[in-house]
């Protein structure tokens, strides 16, 4: 069988004496010497330089660059502006198309369906002539105004327009197309 081991004692070694703690401090630098260390930094002073630069740089680069959008949103407003008055004049020139038809078939439907049906149909007439000459004389922001004050007013009337106006749109493009 194999022997336990046993602790032994081990001799207690004498410590070494400790020494003295050092009582003197680091040496302080001289002012004189502090000047001269931030002269030796040409380095740093260079990096302060260009970081002023760039600083500078950038600040005049933002600028330009705001007033390039300016100036390209202003240009795009007046194009929205122009396409937007071109699109009133050919919605009204259409308007004013759509109250002559309606006038010209007004004779028509007498023939057809009787002079009462005929009387809704010249009605018709006068009221879209005077959506075409009300299209042609305002601008754009007076009909704008126009718009909302009428929808606010009377939102089933809007809602109701929209729909004939979508039908008819959607019945002349269907007319028009070839199949």
Known sequence: MAKAATPTAKKAMPKAPAKPAATKAAPARKPAAKKAA???????DQLAA???????EA????????????TLANQAS?????????GKDKAAEAVGSLARMLED????????FGKQYGDYARSAASTVAGLATTLDKKDL???????????????AVAVGAAAVI?????RM?????ND
Do not use: C, Q, Y
């Open 78 to 86: 007046t194009k929205a502006r122009n396409a937007a008055t071109k």
């Open 173 to 177: 493009l269907k007319g028009g197309s």
């Open 166 to 170: 979508g039908f008819v749109l959607a």
């Open 50 to 56: 260009t970081r002023d630069t760039i600083k500078s």
């Open 38 to 44: 931030a002269k030796d930094h040409p380095i740093r």
């Open 141 to 155: 922001d007076e009909l704008a105004a126009s718009t909302k004050d009428m929808v606010k007013k009377n939102p």
């Open 105 to 112: 078939s007004a004779g028509t439907v007498d023939s057809k």
């Open 59 to 70: 600040g005049k680069k933002a600028a330009s660059l705001k007033d390039e959008a300016t």
